[in-house]
Nanobody, 116 residues
């Protein structure tokens, strides 16, 4: 079955960096687009970044453009989110997502806290 496991979250000071990873299994990773979402309590889950199957095209939320970089390694069945110049408003649980045959799959999330 499809499994998505996020890692790399933690506590970081404003202006710092983190790299999130999403390890995928149970499906042919290389043929599905992937995305990162984030969510705070009481708020809707929002799309942070997405990447096509080969990584040739990416999209970002306006709030993270120029600071975050999404990438993937199809040989390792892993997606990444490099987050630089982090701000307190980036604090959230970050989720890995894919959509396979009209079914949405999510990881359990990894918490990122940006605070001094």
């Amino acid at each position: 079955q499809v499994q998505l496991v996020e890692s790399g979250g933690g506590l970081v000071r404003p202006g710092g960096s983190l790299r999130l990873s999403c390890a995928a299994s149970g499906f042919i990773f290389s043929i599905f687009p992937m995305s990162w979402y984030r969510q705070n309590p009481g708020k809707e889950r929002e799309l942070v970044a997405s990447i096509t199957t080969t990584g040739s095209s990416t999209n970002y939320a306006d709030s993270v453009k120029g600071r975050f970089t999404i990438s993937r390694d199809n040989a390792k069945n892993t997606m990444y989110l490099q987050m630089n110049s982090l701000k307190p408003e980036d604090t959230a649980v970050y989720y890995c997502h894919t959509r396979k045959w009209d079914v949405d799959y999510w990881g359990k999330g990894t918490l990122v806290t940006v605070s001094s």
